[in-house]
C-alpha cells in the first residue's frame, strides 16, 4: 500500500519512518510514504501557501490553489485516483475500526492542514474523508497522520516480532473489543510488589480467566460504553456478565 502525505514539514516524518519496529513496514515497502509539500507547488518568491480569513478572523489559512497542485502532483505518481484523507476536528474519530480498514487498503493522500485550517473549497472538491485524533486541537495534522501510519504499518504481517501481538491489543475484535489486561515481567517482586499468583501458577485455564476478568473490570471502570458495546453486539458470555454482575 501507498500513502502520499501532504505536509509543510516534510522532515518532522524522518524519526517515524527510520526508529522502531515499525520501520520493518517502512524499510520492506509494505507501507510506502512519499512526502509532498505543498510549498514546492506556491507562487512568488516567498511560496506562499497561507493567506488572511475572508471576513477577518485571527491566524491565517491554507490557499487552495498550492494543496491542489501538490495533490495533482501526487494523484500522478501514483497512476490512479486514491482516496483523499484530512485530518481535522470535523472528522470520524481514529478507532480501531478505521485503522484495521485502512491497513487492509490499498492506501490514501493523506493532507496535513495547519494554522487555522484549509480553504473550505479545496475541501469541499477533493476530500473523500476526514478523520480526527480526538476533541483537541493540535498545531497541525501531522501527528495524527503519523498516528494513522503507525497504527496501519503494525498490522501488517511480519511486522510485529510475534503474530499474536496486535491480536492482544486493547479495542481489538479478538478482544471482543475491551481493553488489554495488565502485565508483568521479571523480577518477581520489586519493590515490595510481587506478581499475581495466577501468573505464575502455570495453569493456562485460570491465567486465560484471570486475564479475561481484568479486562471486564478496567473495561467497566474505565470505558464503560465499550462494555455496552460489547454486550449489544453478543461478545458477552454468561461467565462474563456473571463476573460483571458480581462487581456491582
Known sequence: MRFDVLTLFPEL??????????????????????LHNPRDQAE???????????????GMVMMAEPLTRCLAQAQAQRGARAPVVLFSPLGQPLNHAVVERWSASEGAVLVCGRYEGIDQRFIDAHVDEQISL??????????????????????QPGVLGDADSHAQDSFNPALDGLLDCPHYTRPESW?????????LSGHHVQIERWRREQRLALTA???????????AAGRL????????????
Open 13 to 34: 516524518f524522518a524519526p517515524l519512518l527510520t526508529s522502531g519496529i515499525t520501520r520493518r513496514a517502512y524499510e520492506s515497502g509494505q507501507v510506502e510514504v512519499r
Open 44 to 58: 512568488g518568491n516567498y511560496r506562499r501557501v497561507d493567506d488572511r480569513p475572508f471576513g477577518g478572523g485571527p
Open 134 to 155: 480526538g476533541d483537541f486541537v493540535l498545531s497541525g495534522g501531522e501527528i495524527a497522520a503519523m498516528a494513522l501510519l503507525d497504527a496501519v504499518a503494525r498490522l
Open 191 to 199: 519493590e515490595g510488589q510481587g506478581v499475581p499468583e495466577v501468573l
Open 221 to 231: 471502570r474505565l470505558r464503560p460504553e465499550l462494555i455496552a458495546q460489547a454486550r
Open 237 to 248: 458470555s454468561r461467565q462474563d456478565e456473571a463476573f460483571l454482575a458480581a462487581r456491582v
